[in-house]
Each structure stands twice: as structure tokens, then as C-alpha cells.
């Protein structure tokens, strides 16, 4: 089992489309890979098998963002070792009460461990109930059940549901920081972007929250036609591109779209490597 990667280099996974991945997905080396596509794409779980073997460190996700619910516990093992996986996310249950995550947690985190896998928690509660997801996080803070705390970009805009999504996990981080129970020891992953990447990405790293971040934004906004910009406060023009990832996408030979999505994955890295 690997070590989970250092605090001090801000990591940033580049999800793309399964035909997309040899040509970006690889210049990171920290990668949140997807459980429906391990279980449904063997190309796809071999590339990570792959990364993994080279030392990258691997999340395997637990598909409930994607499904509407987690996959299984013996299912989530079995893809986690498919792809050679690090950790694996623990079942979550967003828009649920916040102890029914807790208990999921309970169960399955000693089996993930026995497995030979780090375990991500991602805190939830039901809608508006911001005391509940304090106490599902502080649940995970200092556990030593818990390796990594995910920050959801479901959970924590459904706690804070008056807070613009794009901007909740900053105010959330923010005001777990007020209150001191932010655990600066624990590795946090942000999970996705709600909006481009400079929107959220430097202040969270300028909070010390961040320690690693994933988003499918810059080679799917690049594939849609947009590049980002410096003059944008956020770097994406639009704030959302109204169409959901293909991750079936065939690799397209247009230059310009490639060029754009290689713009936009710099101009991201860049962010992280600033701090």
C-alpha cells in the first residue's frame, strides 16, 4: 500500500473521457478513477492498473455520484483491487441523515483496511442541516478510521443550500476553520469543481485545506470548444457547460480542440503550482 501523497504538493486528477486518457489523464500522477467505468470498461481499468504500477497514487470512487447510490461493499473491494487502487471512497448517502454515512463507515471502513486499502469518508447530511454535516466531518476528523476526508460537490452545496454551489466548500471550509475543528492533520480531498478551477482552487489552498482535487472541467470544457481565460474570475467563461461528460467520447484529431484542452489543463496545473 502506498503512502497517501505528501500535504506540502497540492494534487490535481484529470478525469477524461476513456479514449482521452494516454494523452492527459497520465500527466498527473494522483487520480480519482471512477467505479461504474472500472466496472463496465476494461481499457479503462487497465489504464489506472497501469498508473498505479508506475506509483501514482489511486482513488477508486464509490459510484454514488454517478449511480444515485454507493456500489456494494464486496463489489467496491473488487474494483478497488481491479484497478490497483490506493484507497476507496466509503459508501456515502447524500441528501440522507448525516449518520446513515456514519454508520456505512463503521461497517465496511475495517474491511477496506484489512483489504489493504486507505479509506475516504465524504461527510453528508440532509438539506440545509449545516450542524449535521459539522458532525458528520467531526466524526471523521482525527479517526483513525478515516484516511481521507472527501469534500463533496454534492454535500457540502446541499448543507449550505443559500451559498452559491460553486463557492459552499470554501465557505464550509472557512467556517469549519472558525470553529477550529478542521483537522489540518487529516488529508482532504476536493471532490470535482462546480465551476473553473480558479474560483475555488487558490483560496483553499491559501486556507492549507486542499491537499488534492479532481475534475473532468478542463479536457470536457476543451472538448466542448472553450478555453479558459485569465480575464475570467473563475477562468471558465460560462460557469457550467450544459452537457454531462461522454466518457465514450472518441478521441477527436481537430487540433485546435486538443490544443484548448492542453491550454486549459496548464493554466489549471499552474494553480497548484503557484503554492
Not at 45 to 52: P, Q
Request: charged share 20%.
Amino acid at each position: 500500500m502506498k503512502n497517501i501523497p505528501s500535504k506540502d504538493s497540492p494534487a490535481f486528477g484529470i478525469i477524461t473521457p476513456t479514449p482521452y486518457l494516454e494523452q492527459y489523464a497520465s500527466q498527473s500522477h494522483f487520480h480519482l478513477v471512477l467505479a461504474h467505468l472500472v466496472d463496465t470498461d476494461t481499457s479503462y481499468a487497465e489504464f489506472y492498473a497501469r498508473m498505479s504500477e508506475r506509483g501514482d497514487f489511486i482513488i477508486c470512487d464509490n459510484g454514488a455520484f454517478e449511480l444515485g447510490e454507493s456500489y456494494d461493499p464486496d463489489k467496491l473491494i473488487e474494483l478497488g483491487k481491479k484497478c490497483k487502487a490506493d484507497a476507496i471512497v466509503l459508501p456515502d448517502y447524500p441528501f440522507q441523515h448525516y449518520e446513515k454515512t456514519i454508520q456505512a463507515a463503521l461497517q465496511l471502513g475495517p474491511l477496506v483496511h484489512d483489504a489493504g486499502f486507505k479509506t475516504m469518508f465524504v461527510p453528508q447530511s440532509e438539506t440545509n442541516k449545516i450542524e449535521d454535516w459539522i458532525s458528520s466531518y467531526g466524526w471523521a476528523a482525527g479517526n483513525p478510521l478515516i484516511d481521507i476526508i472527501g469534500m463533496s460537490i454534492l454535500g457540502i452545496p446541499n448543507a449550505l443550500p443559500h451559498i452559491p454551489a460553486s463557492y459552499a466548500r470554501v465557505v464550509m471550509t472557512q467556517l469549519l476553520q472558525d470553529r477550529r475543528v478542521f483537522d489540518y492533520d487529516k488529508y482532504h480531498h476536493y471532490l470535482g469543481l462546480n465551476a473553473g478551477p480558479a474560483l475555488e482552487i487558490p483560496p483553499l489552498i491559501e486556507m492549507q485545506a486542499l491537499d488534492s482535487i479532481d475534475s473532468s472541467g478542463p479536457v470536457w470544457t476543451g472538448i466542448c470548444g472553450q478555453e479558459y481565460n485569465r480575464s475570467c474570475d473563475s477562468y471558465q467563461i460560462t460557469r457550467k457547460i450544459n452537457k454531462h461528460v461522454d466518457f465514450n467520447y472518441p478521441l477527436t484529431n481537430n487540433k485546435q480542440v486538443l490544443s484548448s484542452i492542453q491550454h486549459n489543463i496548464d493554466l489549471t496545473l499552474e494553480l497548484l503550482e503557484k503554492h
